[in-house]
């Protein structure tokens, strides 16, 4: 009986023990300590700081004054047309209608004559002449021949456009080949179109039937602007026509 109340005060005061530890810890967690914290110096920066600098004064440009002059400024004088002569020497020349072979004649500048030029065409290899011998009538001589001397400046002459003119044509219609002189081509016939006809400048030509031994000659042809010439007979007198 005297162990057990001795047991039973051992576990009271092991109670009130841990009731006293108990409190002691409560009162430590909840109180509020005040400490001094010291408090840290602000760090001056070390960024530098910008500061503006009075803006010179910039000098202005002194005015030049340019001297007036009393001397007029020369004008350019218009373009004139400068005299152009053609003449003709050693040979007669062909007049025509336009500045190129495919025009037909107007006329003929014989040995020795004359003429004043008024006009070019675009390249200057034509110039544009009033016919000594035909008062009032105007054509066109080339400058490219061994018959053609020219004084004076071509390109001060106006150009002049002529419209472009109408083509001519020897068409072959025989059964044999024939040849075209003097520019020597070669029209093969009516079964080979449309290699049996060709286009040609304004002139008077030759038909020769070259499938003919000793190249018979068939006629003379005249072309004139717009016109076609066919070639019926071939050397044996054969008539053909074309289809």
Not at 50 to 60: F, R
Not at 64 to 85: F, G, H
Not at 160 to 189: D, G, M, S, Y
Request: proline share 8%; glycine share 6%.
């Amino acid at each position: 009986m005297i162990k057990m109340i001795e047991k039973i005060k051992i576990q009271m005061l092991v109670a009130i023990l841990a009731v006293a530890v108990f409190s002691l810890q409560a009162c430590t967690r909840f109180s509020v300590v005040d400490i001094e914290v010291p408090q840290a110096s602000p760090v001056p920066s070390e960024t530098p700081t910008w500061t503006p600098k009075p803006k010179e004064p910039t000098a202005l440009p002194t005015a030049t004054k340019t001297p007036i002059s009393n001397t007029p400024t020369p004008m350019l004088a218009p373009t004139q047309v400068r005299e152009v002569l053609f003449a003709v020497s050693g040979g007669n020349l062909s007049v025509r209608r336009g500045p190129d072979l495919a025009y037909n004649y107007v006329g003929v500048l014989y040995d020795g004559d004359e003429a004043l030029a008024i006009g070019r065409d675009r390249k200057g290899d034509w110039l544009l002449i009033e016919l000594p011998s035909k008062s009032g009538v105007r054509g066109w001589v080339t400058t490219e021949t061994k018959y053609s001397t020219v004084e004076g400046h071509i390109r001060s002459l106006p150009i002049v456009e002529v419209e472009l003119p109408a083509p001519a044509f020897i068409r072959n219609c025989t059964k044999h080949k024939v040849l075209v002189q003097p520019v020597e081509i070669l029209l093969l016939n009516k079964y080979n179109e449309p290699d049996n006809i060709g286009h040609f400048d304004v002139a008077t030509y030759q038909i020769y039937d070259v499938d003919i031994s000793g190249d018979v000659r068939l006629e003379d042809v005249s072309l004139s602007e717009g016109r076609t010439v066919d070639i019926i007979y071939d050397g044996n007198g054969d008539k053909s026509k074309c289809e």
